[in-house]
């Protein structure tokens, strides 16, 4: 019997896995995939709040020799004017990465097998086990083998947004709001970003940065209620997109070369009850939103690092394992909630209110405020703090608006 079966083996579960066996938990992480492994679906951006995990967690060096580049400055170019800066650092760090997946993920998963953790590749679950109405493990076999049952004292979904254990232990889903915006992406050799550009249009948004092997990601979001349009000629419209919106960057993809094809898609925003008896859910599985902000993977080692400290304060008696996760939901969502709002707002990609519009008006001429702004997305400023009327008065004051 394991203390605990983690299921799914990228951001939040191997991240979650690495930290309970440093704690010297016995722990099997099974993913239906085999690392190193892409996850198609992912713009991968994380935020100086997630490389200071990384570097909390002794990976970030094994990060930066993957010669992915760092990136350290905003751009969000409105057209006729535009704001460019730094966000506050996060522990002392001020770097940004946007590492391929097939690199960040088989990093986090080798880091838990050091830690002692069990990998169990290419294994794909089929249901959870139950004793009355606690979940006591899973089921799975590999492709064409047979069935295999695991127990354990926790079980834990880290299994993305179609989560498998969520749906089985019916966990409750709320605050939930359709797809709002999603992107259309590809991967330019031959294109260099100069950090996190974006490039607001009308209903939808390009953007961009440089990951590995010198590529440049450069995507376009599009509203929801224009995907079947978008879908019909994909190219054509991204193309049409980044010359409209973004002059200068499309000029500079006129000197490179696509060398993948597109990828992109709509994903729902919803948060779901964490845990029940004998199981919880971390990452996309518990908790999803909009990926404008670019938030997913810096949010799934959080929910990791908080659920690892949940599972610990329980099991070394310190608390009830109902009081600690009862702990772990309140705390996730109380951190997460004002994002949460802001990114559902901000992927309407609808032109800016008035407030908005003021406040960005107000920032051009306010270099500290514009890095704090900044400092929303890299998740070094809290929302309330940033939009507290305090706030806005200083920099509508400063600016004599
Ligand atoms: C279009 C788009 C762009 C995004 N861009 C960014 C970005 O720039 N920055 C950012 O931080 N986030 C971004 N995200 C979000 C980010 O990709 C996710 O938040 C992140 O991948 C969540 O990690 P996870 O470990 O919770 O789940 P996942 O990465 O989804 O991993 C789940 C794992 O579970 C495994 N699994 C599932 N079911 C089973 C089963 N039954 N048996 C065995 N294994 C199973 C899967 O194989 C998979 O490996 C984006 C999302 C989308 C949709």
């Known amino acids: 019997m394991y203390d605990a079966i983690v299921v799914g083996a990228r951001c939040a579960g191997a991240s979650l896995a690495m930290l309970l066996a440093r704690k010297g938990y016995r722990v099997l992480l099974v993913d239906r995939t085999t690392f190193p492994s892409d996850l198609a679906l992912s713009t991968h951006y994380v935020h100086q709040a997630g490389i200071a995990r990384l570097k909390e967690w002794g990976l970030l060096d094994a990060l930066i020799a993957s010669n992915c580049p760092p990136i350290t400055r905003f751009h969000f170019d409105f057209g006729a004017f535009a704001l460019s800066g730094s966000p506050p650092a996060a522990n002392g760090v001020v770097e940004a990465y946007a590492p391929r997946r097939k690199v960040l993920d088989a990093l986090l998963a080798q880091a838990a097998v050091a ?32 069935d295999i049952s695991d127990t354990a004292r926790m079980t834990i979904g880290a299994d993305g947004m179609h989560s498998l254990i969520a749906r089985a232990a019916h966990a409750p889903e709320y605050n939930t709001k359709p797809p709002i915006q999603g992107p259309y992406f590809s991967y330019w050799s031959g294109v260099r ?52 919106d973004a002059p200068d960057l499309a000029e500079r993809m006129a000197g490179g070369r696509r060398e993948e094809r597109f990828v992109g898609g709509l994903v729902p925003n919803y948060f779901r009850k964490p845990y029940g008896p004998g199981w919880a859910l971390v990452g996309d599985a518990g908790y999803l939103k909009d990926p404008c902000t670019a938030e997913g993977i810096t949010d799934a080692f959080e929910s990791a690092a908080l659920l690892a400290e949940a599972l610990d304060s329980a099991w070394t008696g310190r608390e009830s394992m109902a009081a600690a996760l009862a702990a772990y939901e309140h705390t996730r969502n109380e951190r997460a909630t004002p994002l949460y709002e802001f990114t559902c707002q901000l992927a309407t990609l609808a032109p800016p209110a008035p407030d908005m519009q003021r406040l960005l008006s107000a920032l051009r001429t306010n270099q500290e405020q514009t890095n704090r702004f900044f400092g929303l997305f890299a998740q070094t400023v809290s929302v309330p703090e940033f939009f507290a009327p305090d706030n806005m008065q200083h920099i509508f004051e400063a600016s004599g608006s």
């Open 115 to 146: 830690a002692g953790a069990e990998l169990r590749e290419g294994f794909s679950v089929q249901d959870v086990l139950w004793d009355n109405d606690t979940v006591t493990g899973i089921r799975g076999r590999r492709q064409g083998g047979d």
């Open 193 to 244: 970003m100069t950090g996190f550009e974006f490039y607001p249009g009308l209903y939808r948004g390009a953007f961009g940065w440089m990951t590995n092997d010198n590529l440049a990601l450069i995507g376009v979001g599009f509203v929801a209620k224009d995907h079947p349009t978008v879908r019909a000629n994909i190219e054509a419209a991204y193309l049409q997109a980044i010359r409209d």
